[in-house]
């Protein structure tokens, strides 16, 4: 048998052996989420390229089902890494205008906004930012403007519009927890 061959049919067993018990490590690691499907799928052949390419240290290799284990456990943490990492920018992205996104946080605050003693709460709210980001608030959130809009009359970039709204956001969905417990608890 060649060398070649030989190669194959070691891949191939190990493949046949192992493919579903790394899938099934990788999925409990996710806990199961269907997101990472995609992203587990690509560990998985990524593994067995990867044995591919080092057959000669494999073959002799004391416990190859570990080391498939051990690899695609590592390249998992890395893809998972870059994967998150690219959907935390995602938010701070110019190039995709997220107007969908925004509309979706404008319209969970707005629908906040109209509920039982909104006033009293918004005015608690209000209270707790800087001028700058009271403007914001007024500007985006009461007014409706736009990103876009608001960079425009304010002299500042967009990025610096979408990351002052982004943390607004937070400052208000924290405060709206707060004070949440401090209503039902007397705090």
């Keep these: 048998m060649t060398a070649t061959n030989e190669r194959d049919k070691f891949i191939t067993e190990l ?16 806990g199961y989420a ?5 992203l587990i799928a690509e560990c998985v052949q990524e593994t067995f390229l990867s044995a591919f390419s080092r057959y000669e240290a494999l073959k002799d290799h004391p416990n190859p089902r570990g080391w498939l284990i051990q690899t695609c456990h590592h390249r998992l943490l890395n893809a998972l890494r870059k994967y998150r990492r690219a959907r935390r920018r995602e938010g701070y992205s110019l190039d995709r205008q997220a107007e969908e996104g925004e509309d979706q946080a404008l319209s969970s605050i707005e629908r906040w906004l ?18 700058q980001e009271r403007f914001t608030y007024t500007e985006h959130f009461k007014k409706g403007k736009s990103i876009r809009r608001i960079a ?9 519009v979408k990351s002052s709204v982004a943390r607004l956001r937070k400052k208000i ?7 949440f ?3 039902l608890f007397g705090i």
């Design 34 to 38: 269907g997101e990472y499907d995609g």
């Design 15 to 30: 493949y046949t052996l192992y493919a579903r018990t790394l899938d099934g490590h990788c999925r409990a690691y996710v």
């Design 181 to 183: 417990w401090q209503n």
């Design 152 to 160: 425009e009359e304010s002299g500042k970039s967009e990025a610096a």
């Design 114 to 131: 109209a509920g039982e003693a909104a006033k009293e709460i918004e005015d608690e709210i209000l209270s707790l930012l800087t001028d």
């Design 173 to 179: 969905k924290a405060s709206k927890i707060f004070m």
